[in-house]
C-alpha cells in the first residue's frame, strides 16, 4: 500500500529504474490528460445509470416473489442464474445479442421491432449507446442484489403489516410507511456495495467495447490497466488508482453519514 | 315463488356466504396468476440470452442468424462442440482453471479455519491488535494493491505462471477468516474442554472438533473460493502470458478475438457454455450453500 502510495510520486516503468517526481502524475491527470477525464466521466455516467436501476428493479422482482408467487424456489433460483456467469461469458454472450456483424439481426433488435422499435441501436458500436449496452450487461447480473432483498422482505415481522392494516393503511401506505424502512439498512448495504463495484468496472469494457467507439466506454480501471500492464507507466497507473480509490471512499464515507438520516435500525437507541 | 322466499332463513344465508366465499377465492386465484404471469415475464428476460446461447451452441451454422430466431434448431450439430475444443489449447484451459480453483479452495479452507481458530480460541500477546490489522486490510481497494502485487511477484519470477493466483490463497482470506472466527465463536466452549479432558490438544481439538462443528461456513467459503477463482478474469489477464497456462476465462477471450469473427459463433458459444457448466452445476449441488453465502454477507453486512 505504501509502496503504491510510494509509486504514484514515481516515473518508472520497474526495468529502468525510477525518479522521484512528487505530484506531478497527479497534476498531469487532472489538467492535461483529456482521456484520464473521460474515464472519469463515463465511470460516473456508469454508475449513475448502473445503480438507481439495479435497486428499483431487483426490489421490485423481489417484491413480487415475497407475494406468495407459486415455484418461488424456481423463480428465485431463475433471477439468480445469470450472475453466477462468469464476467468474460457475459460479456461474450451480449456481445452476441446485440450482433456485431447486423445489429438489426440481433436478438435484442429483434425483440424490440416487436414493440415497434425499428432499426434499434447500434449498441456497441455506437458511440452513443455502447456505455448503455454495459450497463445492461451488468444489470442481467442483479440476480444476487435480489436475493438479499428477498432475505430482508422475508425478515419484516409480519405483524408490523398487519398492525398498519388494522390503522387503515392501504398496501401503498404499508409498502411506503412499514415495507421501506424495514429494509433500509438492506437497502443501504446493496447501494454501497453496488456502487463500490460499479465503480470498478472493468471486465465488459475490456472485452465487449475494448473501451471503444471512440473511448465512449474507457473506464477508469481500463486505463489504469492500459497505462500500467499494455504502457508499463507503473508510477502513472498507481495515481490513477489513488483518485479511483479516493472517488470510492469519499461517496461510501459520504453514504455512512448521510445513512443515520435515513437508514432505520431496529436495535438501534433514539436520540 | 313466495314459499321459496320465505324459506328457512339460514339456507339462503349460507348460500349467500358460500357465493361470497367464491368470490373471494377467485379473485385470490386470479392475483396468483397475474403474479405468476409477471413473474414469469420478466424471469423469461433473465433466462432468454442463455436459452439462445445453448440453441446456438448447437445450431448448424445457416440457422444461426434466422429471423425470427430458430429457437430448437433442425438438427443438432455436436461437432460445434469437438471443434473449437480441439482446434483451441482448450483440455489445457480447462485444466489450468481446475488446478487453480481447486488449490485456491485447499489453501483457503486450511489456512483461513487455521488462522480462524487462532483468533477464536486461542491466547496470545497482540491478538486483539492483529485481528483489527487483518480486518483493516479488508478496506484495501484492490488496484492499490493490484500493482505493488504484480512488482512483488515479478520479483519473485512468478509472472507467467500459475503461482499468483493460487500460492496467495494459501496465506487465509481477511474476509474469510473474519467469517469463520464469528462462527467458530459461536461453538459452546464445553466442547473444547470435554476434549481436553480427553487428552486432545490444540490441533486435535481443531481437527476433530472444530472444523466438523463448521461444516456449514466452511462450505459456504469453499464455493465462494472456488466461483471467484473459476471465474477470475483480471488475475490471469495480468498474471499469465503464455497460452499454455492460460485459463478458460482468457480461452475465451481468444476465441472471440476481434470484431471480425474468426470462429464462427456458434463454437463461441458452445465453448462459453461449456466455461460456465462448471459453476451451474456445482450450484445445483449446493444451493443452499450458495444462498446461505450471500445472506450471510448480506443481511448481517
Do not use: C
Not at chain 1, 412499514?178 to 460499479?198: A, D, Q, R
Not at chain 1, 499494455?230 to 445513512?259: D, K, N, P
Not at chain 2, 475444443?85 to 481446475?98: A, D, E, G, H, V
Amino acid at each position: 500500500m505504501a509502496f503504491s502510495l510510494g509509486l504514484s510520486f514515481f516515473k518508472t516503468d520497474l526495468l529502468t529504474g525510477k525518479k522521484f517526481i512528487g505530484f506531478e502524475h497527479y497534476a498531469d491527470l487532472l489538467t492535461s490528460d483529456p482521456l484520464f477525464v473521460r474515464s472519469v466521466v463515463n465511470t460516473f455516467l456508469f454508475t449513475l445509470g448502473v445503480v438507481p436501476v439495479a435497486t428499483i428493479l431487483s426490489l421490485l422482482v423481489a417484491m413480487l416473489l415475497n407475494r406468495g408467487v407459486w415455484f418461488q424456489g424456481v423463480w428465485r433460483t431463475v433471477y439468480y442464474i445469470p450472475s453466477l456467469v462468469s464476467g468474460v461469458a457475459v460479456a461474450i454472450l451480449w456481445i452476441w445479442l446485440f450482433a456485431p456483424v447486423e445489429p438489426t439481426k440481433g436478438l435484442v433488435n429483434q425483440g424490440l421491432s416487436i414493440f415497434g422499435i425499428d432499426p434499434g441501436p447500434g449498441w456497441i458500436y455506437s458511440e452513443d449507446w455502447a456505455l448503455i449496452a454495459i450497463m445492461i450487461m451488468s444489470l442481467w447480473s442483479v440476480g444476487q442484489t435480489m436475493l438479499i432483498y428477498l432475505a430482508g422482505l422475508q425478515s419484516v415481522p409480519t405483524t408490523f403489516y398487519e398492525a398498519a392494516s388494522i390503522d387503515g393503511a392501504g398496501p401503498l401506505r404499508r409498502f411506503w410507511h412499514v415495507t421501506i424502512p424495514m429494509l433500509t439498512p438492506t437497502i443501504f448495504f446493496n447501494v454501497v456495495i453496488n456502487f463500490i463495484g460499479s465503480f470498478q468496472i472493468f471486465t465488459f469494457a475490456l472485452i465487449a467495447t475494448e473501451g471503444g467507439p471512440n473511448n465512449a466506454t474507457l473506464t477508469m480501471v481500463l486505463y489504469l490497466y492500459r497505462k500500467s500492464f499494455e504502457q508499463f507507466h507503473f508510477g502513472y497507473a498507481s495515481a490513477v488508482g489513488w483518485i479511483l480509490f479516493g472517488i470510492i471512499m469519499f461517496f461510501t464515507v459520504f453514504m455512512f453519514r448521510s445513512s443515520s438520516v435515513w437508514v432505520y435500525y431496529e436495535g438501534e437507541l433514539r436520540r | 315463488m313466495r314459499a321459496i322466499s320465505a324459506g328457512p332463513p339460514t339456507r339462503t344465508a349460507l348460500g349467500r356466504a358460500r357465493k361470497s366465499q367464491t368470490y373471494v377465492i377467485s379473485r385470490v386465484f386470479i392475483g396468483k396468476i397475474a403474479l405468476l404471469i409477471a413473474v414469469a415475464t420478466v424471469g423469461l428476460v433473465f433466462l432468454v440470452p442463455l436459452f439462445w446461447m445453448v440453441s446456438t451452441s448447437v445450431k448448424p451454422s445457416d440457422q444461426v442468424w434466422l429471423i425470427p430466431p430458430a429457437w430448437i434448431p433442425r438438427k443438432f450439430v455436436w461437432e460445434n462442440f469437438s471443434e473449437p475444443w480441439n482446434n483451441l489449447p482448450f483440455p489445457r484451459f480447462y485444466l489450468n482453471t481446475i488446478i487453480i480453483s481447486v488449490l485456491s479452495v485447499v489453501g483457503m479452507v486450511v489456512s483461513s479455519s487455521m488462522v480462524a481458530y487462532a483468533f477464536a480460541r486461542l491466547r496470545f500477546r497482540g491478538r486483539g491488535i492483529m485481528f483489527l490489522l487483518l480486518l483493516s486490510t479488508l478496506m484495501l481497494p484492490n488496484h492499490i494493491t493490484l500493482i505493488p502485487q504484480y512488482v512483488l511477484f515479478n520479483w519473485m519470477g512468478w509472472v507467467n505462471t500459475t503461482y499468483p493466483l493460487w500460492v496467495p490463497t494459501f496465506f487465509a482470506g481477511a474476509f474469510n477468516t473474519f467469517l469463520l472466527r464469528q462462527y467458530m465463536m459461536s461453538i459452546p466452549n464445553e466442547m473444547d474442554e470435554a476434549a481436553r479432558m480427553d487428552g486432545a490438544g490444540y490441533f486435535a481439538i481443531y481437527a476433530r472438533i472444530i472444523m466438523p462443528l463448521s461444516k456449514p461456513v466452511l462450505g459456504v467459503v469453499a464455493i465462494n473460493t472456488f466461483t471467484f477463482h473459476w471465474n477470475d478474469f483480471f488475475g490471469p489477464l495480468i498474471y499469465l502470458t503464455e497460452q499454455n497456462n492460460f485459463t478458460i476465462a482468457l480461452g475465451l477471450r481468444i476465441l472471440q478475438g476481434d470484431y471480425f469473427q474468426e470462429f464462427p459463433v456458434q463454437h463461441i458459444m458452445s465453448m462459453t457454455l461449456i466455461s460456465i457448466l462448471p459453476v451451474m452445476v456445482l450450484f445445483f449441488i449446493a444451493q443452499r450453500y450458495f444462498i446461505q453465502g450471500i445472506v450471510i454477507s448480506g443481511v448481517k453486512g
